[in-house]
């Protein structure tokens, strides 16, 4: 199987620190961005200036996950702050298609992502369009949730799915991931796994990132 790409999220970094945290994980693979409006989910954590702060700070890919309400809204926002791929929720837009074409005209990778409550046969008609699909492993809002075990036969079938039809889009799991579950997550077919909590834990995040790589090896 491929080699997995590991994304921690900076929401559970110290943001006052920012940029000494985006350096604790240099040797990551990408830098996931949560951003959350507090109407689509019940929580609100940060917009554009931080990840604009954080594309100063880093050169490391901005995977940024917009738990957001109607996100075409804003997808030109985040394009110009510094996103590198952006992620939609289909159950925030009546027209995930249509966002997918602008996150793509704007030259940025497309990803779609769906809640744990959510039918796969949601994102099936976007699968071939798309550079990346989320597999959330907790319901979004919240950093240091329990995974939700069930995931993984999702996992397992959206890898069969995307094989068919886009075997080089990008499979991700995000939510309650730790160095106990990202081996058998990287079995089921996910390329690229998100941590928060298992990363920015409390000897720091470079120490965190290198317990789930040796996980995985
Ligand atoms: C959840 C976010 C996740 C979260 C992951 O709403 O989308 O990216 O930060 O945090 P952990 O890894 O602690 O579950
Ligand atoms: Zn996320």
């Not at 798309?130 to 329990?146: A, C, R």
Request: net charge negative; aromatic share 6%.
């Amino acid at each position: 199987s491929r080699p997995v790409k590991l994304a921690p999220s900076l929401l559970s970094c110290d943001f006052a620190r920012l940029g000494e945290e985006l350096q604790a994980i240099a040797s990551a693979d990408w830098a996931h961005v949560d951003v959350m409006d507090g109407d689509f989910v019940p929580n609100i954590s940060f917009g554009m200036p931080i990840l604009a702060a954080a594309r100063r700070a880093s050169g490391l890919f901005m995977d940024v996950h917009l738990m957001v309400e109607r996100p075409e809204r804003y997808l030109r926002d985040f394009a110009e702050a510094g996103a590198d791929g952006i992620t939609v929720h289909v159950e925030a837009t009546a027209h995930v298609h249509r966002a997918v074409q602008q996150i793509k005209e704007l030259g940025k990778k497309a990803g779609v992502t769906l809640n744990p409550g959510t039918p796969l046969e949601a994102v099936r008609p976007v699968l071939a369009d798309v550079d990346l699909v989320l597999v959330m492993s907790v319901n979004p809002g919240f950093g240091g949730q329990k995974f939700i075990p069930e995931s993984a036969e999702r996992v397992r079938t959206l890898r069969r799915w995307l094989d068919e039809v886009n075997p080089d889009a990008e499979l991700q799991v995000d939510g309650g991931v730790t160095p106990a579950n990202a081996r058998m997550l990287a079995e089921a077919g996910a390329t690229c796994l998100v941590a928060g909590s298992a990363v920015y834990g409390p000897d720091g995040g470079a120490a965190g990132l290198k317990r789930l790589r040796d996980a995985l090896s």
